[in-house]
């Protein structure tokens, strides 16, 4: 099953805290789209932009309603 897209934009139902393969602390913060709000769940992987050009997949560790 491919991965979930989560990126940022205006049209989020909540947010996903998101682990991702990287040197760095703790979790980084998405917004989950609202065609996706329902399927989205905690340990699902999903795919994130970071910066310009580069996606990453990630693990979903916590979803929230907390704007960052």
Do not use: C, F, W
């Amino acid at each position: 099953m491919p991965a979930a897209q989560l990126y940022t934009s205006n049209h989020q139902a909540g947010y996903a805290d998101v682990i991702l393969p990287l040197n760095m602390p703790g979790m980084l913060t998405y917004g989950v789209p609202v065609d996706m709000q329902e399927r989205i769940q905690v340990g699902m992987r999903v795919e994130v932009a970071l910066g310009r050009n580069k996606l990453y997949s990630g693990i979903v560790g916590r979803l929230h309603s907390d704007k960052p």
